[in-house]
């Protein structure tokens, strides 16, 4: 399958040795920084409880290695001024890769949330020679526009992928023997064919909640599910100030969750309430389904057809936060998806509204927010992974940042 020079993919690994898991208190400092934005080092020391020699300590060695920087002094208080302490930008870079069952993308991210380098592709259907390609071509390009310096900081690469990729029953014929081809495919042996950075596989929507929790309205909230809406609807669970992925990656699994056909029959919320079936509204009245995969988004054709399954979408979701606040008294429910900020916010109007007519016996409603990162959640959460594990607290191991 690899049909590019190894090497020349293989020098993306450069920065392997620099870069290096941060001990708990770094990690802590860090992930602060990441959630409150520029802090004095007095403010650090109280959040975190350290000593404020301790936290002094940390930093400058975090200033030595480039990934923490100095802002201008903060003056107006008693004594004398202090001076915050900010994410370096480009101190840390990682690559998210996303592979969906419609499109795939390809990013460079840096720790502080921000996308310096994107590349995307389209296609009907997913095959493991479609996506490495792709991700090969993508590898050279990026490569080629790095610096070595660049390279260096490096923490990994992140893949989101839906969980049995293989399963799409839509399909039948030669497409679906190309697309079980993912059963057997062994992933992360195919990557280390590419590149010796550290690889991290995870959920695609399990991946779209990290990318929430860390740059996005996550900060708001310690428990909350989460609902991300692709091609089919997935999603993921934050307990205790961090995501929580479960014994075996796959906590959050919302697509899952039980709901009745028209006929009274046994269905998932992946049948009910996902971007499949706008495609499939779209084919039948004789338009191309390609416009909900291009960027940048633009859907102000269909609008009778987006109207139509908003409407079907926002009933089952309010269904389903119904359910999952069953089991976890979760603080809010958060919905994004791959589709415009307006659709986002109309589905998420009209769930408000459908859960108020809603059976609450025994349940406190949760309340219905908003995802913030949007429809590249999944991409920028899958490359955070190297980030997450190697340079930030996972607080469902220790504690709430406050």
Not at 55 to 62: F, G, H, K, M, T
Not at 179 to 184: G, L, N, P, R, V
Not at 254 to 271: F, H, K, N, V
Request: charge should be neutral.
């Amino acid at each position: 399958m690899r049909s590019m020079d190894g090497d020349e993919i293989r020098i993306l690994a450069g920065g392997v040795n620099q870069s290096r898991v941060r001990d708990h208190n770094e990690r802590l400092i860090l992930s602060l920084l990441l959630r409150h934005g520029p802090t004095p080092g007095s403010d650090i020391a109280r959040r975190t409880g350290l000593s404020p020699q301790t936290v002094s300590i940390i930093l400058r060695a975090l200033e030595r290695d480039g990934l923490v920087a100095r802002g201008e002094p903060m003056r107006g208080r008693v004594g004398k001024p202090s001076t915050p302490m900010h994410l370096k930008p480009g101190g840390v870079l990682a690559l998210g890769l996303r592979i969906g069952r419609r499109s795939a993308d390809l990013l460079l991210l840096e720790l502080a949330g921000s996308v310096r380098w994107q590349r995307q592709t389209t296609y009907p259907a997913a095959t493991p020679e479609l996506v490495f390609s792709f991700f090969q071509e993508g590898l050279a390009a990026l490569d080629a526009e790095m610096s070595p310096e660049e390279r260096k900081k490096l923490a990994g690469i992140g893949v989101g992928i839906p969980f049995e990729m293989w399963r799409w029953h839509d399909l039948s014929g030669e497409a679906a023997r190309e697309f079980h081809s993912w059963k057997d495919f062994d992933f992360a042996a195919e990557l280390r064919g590419l590149t010796a950075l550290p690889t991290f596989i995870v959920n695609d929507a399990t991946a779209a909640c990290h990318a929430e929790h860390l740059f996005g309205r996550g900060k708001e909230f310690s428990d909350y599910a989460y609902f991300f809406i692709g091609s089919f609807i997935g999603g993921g669970v934050a307990l205790n100030g961090s995501v929580y992925e479960g014994n075996r990656g796959n906590a959050g699994a919302l697509g899952a969750l039980r709901t009745t056909g028209p006929q009274g029959e046994s269905q998932q919320l992946i049948d009910v309430a996902s971007l499949h079936l706008l495609e499939r509204r779209l084919v039948e009245a004789g338009i191309d389904p390609k416009v909900l995969w291009q960027k940048p988004q633009e859907w102000s054709g269909i609008e009778r057809h987006v109207e139509a399954w908003i409407g079907q979408t926002a009933q089952e979701l309010a269904k389903a936060a119904l359910s999952v606040c069953s089991v976890i008294d979760f603080e809010a429910v958060l919905i994004d998806g791959a589709f415009p900020a307006d659709v986002r916010d109309e589905l998420v109007a009209r769930v408000r509204r459908y859960l108020a007519h809603q059976d609450m016996r025994g349940l406190i409603a949760p309340r219905i927010e908003a995802g913030a990162v949007g429809e590249n959640a999944r991409g920028i959460g899958a490359a955070s992974n190297p980030i997450l594990r190697q340079y930030l607290l996972d607080t469902n191991a220790a504690f709430a940042l406050g």
